[in-house]
């Protein structure tokens, strides 16, 4: 039985409990602050970081080594994507996510509405949450970009960028920094994603201490 | 013919120069520096960041999703491991060296020895300089680690983990930040790497403007 270490509002590790979904792999949670620094993420994880999956026999750590093997390891249904060009799409903006949404948007977002509200109990900065909002918007303008020329984010079939961009985007959404006004494509886009069941799964989870807007989790938004 | 547009110092372009060159694959080197934000770079990588792989049909960008689009379509030597484990941890130090040893020594040795140099012409902050130091030690100590257990970073083979740690490792040197001393293991590998006609044409290389320790390309360190 697989066992995953993650809090509810780890973008990575929504990224992996999706992808995991999608596959039909089911994994016991297991609840992990990183910045507690527990002895069992460190052992279990050198960077003291969230996703760590582990089955007592095999430690896996970061949500792209992650969900690569389980791509590699359970047939169906494929997310990296096709052929090699479209798999390096599609690794291309499942990075972009990862690191620069994560970056400019979530990560000044669980630092400012999440980490201050209830570890340091620090008020939270008007200016970072800012800078986190006008970040969200140019990214779902390059959604909709990216959706003027493909059906799905990378290419003709769900995969690995959709699951990395909707995990980053739900945090942030839970956080109250996305604003879907102006961004129709985008909004079709991630109300497909609400209606995957594997995604609906994330969506019903809460993070203790913090409640997300009211449309959060409604298939109509 | 594939054109890399890159800059002498960057981690990411000679990690991918590095697989290239493993892979036998030969490409042009066109010099692209991403804080002038060029039109060229803009229009091939909307993160305007090197390194982009272009042959005037396809564009391909991250160095991951290049190294691993090598690695599915030049069958030898495979970079990425054999068993899906195998691959997962390699993909897991692969990201390790790529995130945590850049953000915490390569970016601020390049900010404040390159960039300020070259660029802002500002004065070193040594502060920043003593950090990123100690960081490169704490880094140094995890590789002996590593080699505790395997022959190469990430188990019995070279691959992306060995590929992605040196190209980080070499620039922090190239900047003067790494200190082999007390670090037998890590020095015996890096001796290694070093004395591959691969990895040599990378270190062969200069960034105009800033000099490398004499030690740096020595076989003999
Ligand atoms: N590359 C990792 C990043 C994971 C990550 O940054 N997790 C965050 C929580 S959302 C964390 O543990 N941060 C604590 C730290 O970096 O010290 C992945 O893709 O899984
Ligand atoms: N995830 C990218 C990172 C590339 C990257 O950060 N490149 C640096 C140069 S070493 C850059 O272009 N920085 C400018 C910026 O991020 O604005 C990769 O793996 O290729």
Not at 18 to 26: D, I, N
Not at 92 to 103: D, K, N, V
Not at 145 to 171: C, K, M, Y
Request: glycine share 6%.
């Amino acid at each position: 039985m697989w066992r995953l270490h993650q809090f509810p509002l780890c973008p990575f590790s929504r990224a992996v409990r999706f992808a995991m979904a999608e596959k039909g792999v089911t994994a016991e949670l297991v609840a992990a602050y990183p910045w507690e620094r527990s002895e069992t993420l460190s052992r279990l994880n050198p960077a003291i970081q969230t996703p760590v999956l582990e089955n007592g026999q095999m430690v896996l750590c970061d949500s792209h080594a992650i969900i690569e093997y389980f791509d590699e390891t359970v047939e169906r249904p494929p997310l990296v994507g096709a052929s090699a060009s479209e798999r390096a799409e599609a690794r291309r903006l499942a990075g972009w996510f990862a690191q620069r949404f994560y970056s400019e948007v979530t990560a000044p977002l669980l630092a400012e509405r999440m980490y201050k509200r209830l570890v340091s109990r620090e008020m939270p900065d008007g200016i970072g949450i800012r800078n986190a909002n006008r970040a969200a918007e140019l990214h779902l303008q390059y959604v909709d970009d990216l959706l003027d020329e493909n059906r799905w984010l990378a290419g003709p079939t769900f995969g690995i960028a959709d699951v990395h961009a909707a995990a980053q985007i739900s945090v942030a959404d839970y956080l109250g920094g996305i604003d879907w006004r102006g961004h129709g494509q985008a909004k079709v886009w991630y109300s497909a994603l609400k209606s995957r069941p594997s995604f609906r799964a994330l969506l019903a989870d809460r993070m203790e201490g913090i409640r997300p807007p009211p449309d959060y989790d409604k298939l109509d938004f």
